[in-house]
């Protein structure tokens, strides 16, 4: 007599962990687009290019679905759905779309019914990750400034960028010159790279198990 076999479930922590390499995988993709898209363009080199400016905020629901997924914490797990589905609609050319697929896998992950509960901590640190995340994308453009700059030949032939106070007049050496305003500073970039690590922070915090009672805690 011929038996049916049972097809076995899926592993819920290998398809986070599978979503989370798609969206880092992505992440660099949009990053590589971004810079080939800027390849070529006229303008001073940025203390921070913006490809990996946008790598670093791809990532950081990748890093989070990773954490979920090893410590099978469900509001992780939707935590980083959350932050990749808003992410999918950040650009107008609709580059960044394909994210809406590990999104939508994280947010089933998530919300599935496997019996058991999540702790209030994993709730809380859920919600403020995605706080965290939104806010990340936000900060860089809380600290812009507008910038001149001038463009020459050097004595080696490469082009040298002089920054001044407003545009000028182009010597017999220039290039090109213009400003730009709402440029990204340091500070910015630096003050998103502290709310990253503060999301991801929290997301290793709230989604470990709480420590185990002491025989002392018992007692009492």
Known sequence: MATVGIRPARDPRRLGLGAAVIVAGY????????????????????????????????????????????????????????????????????????????ALLLLALGARNDGTGSSRRAKVGGVVVVLLGFAMWVAPFTATETTCWVAETGTDGAIVYRQVPAA?????????????????????????????????????????????PTEGTLRS
Do not use: H, K
């Not at 290039?175 to 990253?196: M, N, P």
């Not at 690590?197 to 198990?209: D, E």
């Open 27 to 102: 992440a660099f993709v949009v990053a590589a687009i971004s810079a080939n898209a800027t390849a070529g363009e006229l303008g001073p080199p940025e203390t921070v290019p913006a490809p990996v400016r946008l790598a670093g905020l791809f990532l950081l629901p990748a890093v989070v679905a990773a954490i979920g997924a090893m410590d099978r914490s469900r509001p992780m797990l939707v935590a980083a759905g959350v932050l990749c589905l808003a992410q999918s609609f950040v650009a107008f050319s609709g580059v960044t779309i394909p994210f809406v697929v590990p």
């Open 168 to 212: 000028e007049t182009l010597g017999p050496a220039g290039v090109g010159a213009g400003c730009g305003g709402g440029v990204v500073t340091v500070y910015g970039v630096a003050f998103a790279a502290v709310l990253w690590i503060g999301a991801v922070a929290v997301a290793a915090f709230a989604s470990s198990p709480p420590p185990a």
